[in-house]
């Protein structure tokens, strides 16, 4: 790994790719830091998102199994996607999340509003999300948030935390005005691989209107695979090729963005 992975759900990409593919991922930080008993807080990491109330027990037994020296190399958040059955129980929902809350994350999410899908109906996509970012508020984490098709939804529960809390917009998928908006409630803006597509011109534009202190970089794996290679599961190593582009859009060198973007979430993630 060069460059760290903000967002990537690592379950999925065992399940989708295989376990000896985590461990590829890995294998050079497992090395350094059976070396070193811990790993360098310079070094890349992973944040492996949570989707699914109460998922973070099996996630980090996941993570212990496939890369025992992973160590600081992954961190973990627990969050609550506005899926169907998360939806029809929000209280339910949310004491499984408090109960992994608990055990100690980074960051609640990912959360937020999907009206593409629309797996659940609007105002309770709606309740759930508040419900999570007010939880982050309370305990002084960062919120990760997911947002299509539902930008306006969106920013307006973003707008009573984001003074509060740092606020990461995920997988950002809409254009340099919107951009703007979520640098100017204070958001840091994260791009993945379809940054690279062909047809994402409106993305690219929004990429380059982040200023620097407020982008980050992620694979959302197993998802978004960049190109070349659209379509193949993703893993983490997959967001090298993102920032290389990146970096070409910038006119920078990769790795000073690799590691602009680590700076940027470690400050968030490892605080």
């Given at each position: 790994m060069r460059c760290t992975d903000t967002h990537a759900h690592l379950s999925m990409v065992a399940a989708r790719a295989g376990e000896?593919?985590?461990?590829?991922?890995?294998?050079?930080?497992?090395?350094r830091a059976a070396e070193a008993d811990s790993l360098l807080s310079a070094e890349p990491f992973v944040v492996d998102i949570g989707v699914e109330p109460g998922d973070l027990q099996e996630r980090r037994q996941l993570v212990e199994r496939v890369m025992p020296h992973a160590g600081r190399?992954?961190?973990?958040?627990?969050?609550?996607?506005?899926?169907t059955e998360?939806?029809?129980?929000?209280?339910?929902?949310?004491?499984?999340?408090?109960?992994?809350?608990?055990?100690?994350?980074?960051?609640?999410?990912?959360?937020?509003?999907?009206?593409?899908?629309?797996a659940a109906p609007a105002k309770a996509q709606q309740a759930?999300?508040?419900?999570?970012?007010?939880?982050?508020?309370?305990?002084?984490?960062?919120l990760v948030v997911h947002s299509r098709e539902a930008f306006r939804d969106t920013c307006s529960i973003i707008k009573k935390v984001a003074?509060?809390?740092?606020?990461?917009?995920?997988?950002?998928?809409?254009?340099?005005e919107e951009a703007k908006q979520c640098v100017d409630l204070?958001?840091?803006?994260?791009?993945?691989?379809?940054?690279?597509y062909r047809a994402a011109h409106a993305l690219r534009e929004a990429f380059l209107v982040v200023p620097s202190d407020r982008l980050l970089l992620e694979t959302d794996a197993p998802y978004l695979?960049?190109?070349?290679?659209?379509?193949?599961?993703?893993?983490?190593?997959?967001?090298?090729q993102t920032c290389t582009y990146a970096a070409s859009l910038?006119?920078?060198?990769?790795?000073a963005l690799a590691d602009l973007v680590g700076r940027n979430a470690a400050a968030i993630f490892m605080a």
């Open positions: 000896a593919a985590l461990r590829a991922v890995f294998a050079p930080l497992e090395e190399s992954v961190r973990f958040t627990a969050g609550i996607w506005p899926g998360a939806c029809a129980d929000i209280e339910r929902s949310l004491q499984l999340l408090r109960e992994d809350l608990a055990r100690g994350v980074c960051a609640v999410g990912e959360c937020g509003l999907d009206y593409y899908h629309m759930l999300f508040e419900a999570q970012a007010e939880l982050a508020r309370e305990m002084g984490l960062p003074s509060s809390i740092p606020v990461v917009f995920h997988c950002f998928g809409y254009g340099p204070g958001c840091l803006v994260s791009f993945a691989g379809n940054l690279t695979h960049p190109e070349p290679g659209r379509g193949k599961p993703s893993t983490p190593l997959s967001v090298w910038k006119g920078m060198e990769p790795q």
